[in-house]
């Protein structure tokens, strides 16, 4: 069984359209402090609920322990909810859990046009061709034997809790442990176009150099 975890943060206009693709499925709405209808959305859905403190990497944490309580469940899909599933996800899916000790991301896909964008959809992926670096945004599908094996997400990283498990992942399994999945995700880029995706990808870039370098993601946060 495969479980889907989604951390929310006042999610109520992005979250629909992802609960209606996971009607079927198990869900795991990990909420940080949510105080629009964010969840009772999810309740009506038919989603389990975690809550707790805010921050990504405990909300990820959070949502896979509270999944893994159900003996069934033996892959985890961790997906942000301004994310959407496009049709034949799941056996696509179904199909990448087959290959044992991988773990997949989705093709980048975002939902706007223009050079800027199509700047951002090279950068990212570059990102996931050459250093196989995908982000939160491109989804994380993984087996729970191997999420387990690598102790999970970092319940200590708000920010650039993705780059830390990605890194773990191909450092326990290699580079070829990370694959991207033959379909795309659909994501919503509508915060890089208000701050501008130059802007915004710079200003990333020099986030994840300093985190490289070895600045507390704590810290960093306060400057996302």
């Known amino acids: 069984m495969l ?42 859905a038919g989603a389990v609920i975690a809550r707790g403190v805010c921050g990504r990497g405990a909300q990820m944490a959070r949502g896979a322990e509270l999944s893994g309580a159900v003996d069934e469940v033996t892959a985890y899909l961790f997906i942000h909810a301004d994310c959407r599933l496009l049709s034949g996800w799941k056996s696509v899916a179904e199909t990448a859990l087959k290959s044992p000790e991988t773990a997949w991301f989705f093709e980048y896909d975002p939902e706007a046009k223009g050079r800027g964008v199509t700047w951002l959809r ?36 708000p920010l650039f809790e993705d780059v830390d498990i990605v890194d773990r992942i191909k450092s326990a399994y290699g580079r070829k ?44 946060v306060k400057r996302y």
């Not at 379909?183 to 890089?192: E, F, Q, V, W, Y």
Request: glycine share 10%; net charge neutral.
């Open 3 to 44: 479980a889907v975890i989604i951390p929310t943060l006042n999610a109520q206009d992005c979250l629909p359209p992802l609960l209606a693709e996971l009607d079927d499925m198990r869900v795991v709405i990990s909420d940080g402090g949510s105080k629009d209808d964010t969840l009772d959305m999810a309740i009506g």
């Open 122 to 157: 090279f950068i990212v992926w570059l990102r996931g061709w050459a250093w196989r670096l995908p982000y939160g945004d491109q989804a994380l599908l993984i087996p729970r034997d191997m999420y387990e094996a690598l102790g999970g997400y970092d319940r200590e990283k």
């Open 177 to 220: 442990a990370l694959r991207k999945l033959p379909i795309a995700l659909k994501t919503d880029i509508s915060g890089h176009l208000r701050e501008g995706v130059w802007t915004r990808g710079w200003r990333n870039y020099r986030l994840l150099k300093a985190y490289r370098r070895g600045e507390s993601a704590k810290e960093l």
